[in-house]
């Protein structure tokens, strides 16, 4: 059962839990009951019921046959037509006509075959709160038509009013939605632990979506935040086994007082240290500080690092540090110039989020075309103003980015990120005959320059199916629709904000 389950009606199908391998066993039983199902639940019957038989069953092994394989692996190479055969979680074999009679069969024909995109920064606490700052930058500057900002409006009224059941569905719906997009894997940074409580509400919340998740520990605010000294407590209940779909991040946030406890949790702990790194925000000096002191390590995470010194950057590469970008935030909210080629330049670990969907889609076809094209318009200038340039950027490049790179700075590369025999199978089938995509003539071009969200056709997450022909499973997507806007109404009121459609 999940948060949303009501035991005072037993009969209402738990909305996380549906069981589409007995789809129309679930639907008769709705019937008999006197329950109408909802269009979402009804959509989802009838397209579970073309999945093949015994698909998804545990010790049957599933063989994805004859789809344009992208396995991001060089030593296992890429395919015109190819299979991926998985047994249980796992990837156990990618190559051609590869036999196996005792496999379920799933037709790829047409589809693209290749590992699930990875989003290393994602405030999915906000999912309500969806375009409500959709024309707003990061601070305000004084102009009135920038009254309206992230950090005032977004971090410091709205999240100050969530009650740990708003933290739930947002984190489920964000979640699901992501899934849908073929985001199979995520780091959510909730800056919402006003409480355990909220802490709890969040876990849930990301383990009841069923996809691969780390959780990022960041602050709160209030009475009761127990910031960062409740880590241990959420490690140890929660993150204790290597082995599962979620692992935990610690916030490590050094425009706030106090971030010197928060590193020495996660260090003691021994999880990676994720940050924001935003010259907005006046951080440059203790950054490069940090930097000399030689406090930067393998472990940490820098978000965005933009308007950060030369020397700063040599320490963060030095150290082996990651660097997630969020390139279309970046350009929108004014956070500063995207650094893309200064992480190239650099040969650091990169990888690419989403950011804040009360602004941006969190998609990542939109998180590749913007990076791509931003580069190579940077690239091209040189090149037309008569200077030295570096190499544009390919768009399999911005696919490993998508991938390997958000496995490389989740430090899952050993488990995600390619189509790698012995790593778990989070796969995605994408349509490569869909209107806006046919004829297919290149395959990272394909999903780089033409493909959208729907063109996600089925998504494997550990070799469970999520999504089928289109369609996600698993969930009353109409019933948390409307938890959702529940929730959206009572954070408007409560935080004295007038919902206008057309403001």
């Not at 802490?199 to 910031?227: C, P, Q």
């Not at 928060?262 to 240290?273: F, N, T, V």
């Not at 990120?417 to 290149?442: Q, Y």
Request: hydrophobic share 40%; charged share 20%.
């Amino acid at each position: 059962m999940c948060r949303l389950c009501n035991p005072k009606t037993p009969e209402l199908p738990c909305p996380t839990r549906r069981d589409f391998i007995k789809a129309s066993a679930v639907a008769g039983a709705a019937a008999t009951a006197g329950i109408t199902a909802t269009g979402s639940v009804a959509a989802q019957d009838a397209v579970a019921s073309t999945m093949p038989q015994g698909l998804g069953q545990a010790g049957r092994k599933t063989l994805i046959k004859g789809g344009a394989v992208l396995s991001m692996d060089d030593n296992v190479g890429n395919f015109a037509v190819g299979d991926v055969l998985i047994d249980g979680t796992k990837i156990i074999e990618v190559g051609v006509n590869i036999n196996a009679s005792d496999a379920v069969v799933v037709d790829a024909k047409g589809k693209v075959v290749m590992p699930g995109f990875v989003d290393t920064h994602h405030h999915q606490f906000e999912t309500a709160l969806r375009s409500q700052l959709a024309d707003g930058i990061l601070v305000n500057d004084g102009r009135p038509g920038n009254e309206q900002n992230y950090y005032e409006t977004i971090l410091q009224k709205f999240s100050m009013v969530y009650r740990p059941e708003d933290v739930y569905i947002n984190e489920l719906f964000g979640s699901i939605a992501q899934l849908d997009a073929g985001v199979t894997t995520v780091m959510d940074v909730s800056q919402i632990h006003h409480s355990p409580e909220h802490s709890d509400a969040a876990i849930e919340g990301l383990r009841d979506a069923g996809r691969r998740s780390v959780f990022g520990y960041f602050e709160g605010w209030g009475d009761r935040a127990k910031y960062p000294q409740d880590a241990a407590r959420i490690k140890e209940q929660y993150f204790s086994s290597s082995d599962q779909l979620m692992t935990m991040v610690m916030g490590g946030e050094i425009y706030l007082p106090g971030y010197e406890a928060a590193w020495k949790a996660g260090r003691d702990l021994d999880i990676p240290i994720a940050l924001h790194v935003v010259g907005t925000f006046g951080m440059q000096e203790t950054f490069d500080a940090l930097g000399a002191d030689g406090k930067f390590g393998p472990d940490n995470i820098f978000i965005h690092m933009t308007g950060m010194s030369e020397n700063g950057w040599k320490y963060a590469a030095d150290a082996g540090a990651h660097v997630s970008l969020a390139v279309p935030i970046e350009m929108h909210m004014r956070h500063g110039t995207p650094p893309i080629q200064t992480a190239i330049d650099l040969g650091m670990s990169t990888s690419l989020s989403t950011d804040v969907e009360c602004t941006m889609t969190a998609d990542f076809f939109t998180q590749m075309r913007s990076l791509v094209t931003l580069q190579r318009m940077f690239v091209n200038e040189k090149a037309l103003s008569g200077e030295e340039y570096p190499e544009l950027m390919s768009t399999l490049d911005a696919i490993r980015m998508a991938t390997m790179g958000g496995a490389e700075g989740l430090k899952l590369e050993s488990k995600i990120g390619s189509l790698t025999p012995g790593k778990d199978a989070d796969i995605i089938l994408l349509d490569a005959e869909a209107i806006n995509v046919a004829p297919l003539n290149n395959v990272p071009g394909a999903v780089v320059t033409l493909m959208e969200r729907n063109n996600v056709d089925t998504v494997f997450v550990a070799g469970q199916v999520k999504k089928w022909k289109g369609q996600l499973l698993g969930f009353d997507i109409d019933r948390l629709r409307g938890e959702l806007e529940a929730s959206r109404d009572y954070l408007f009121q409560a935080a004295g904000v007038e919902r206008n459609l057309f403001s």
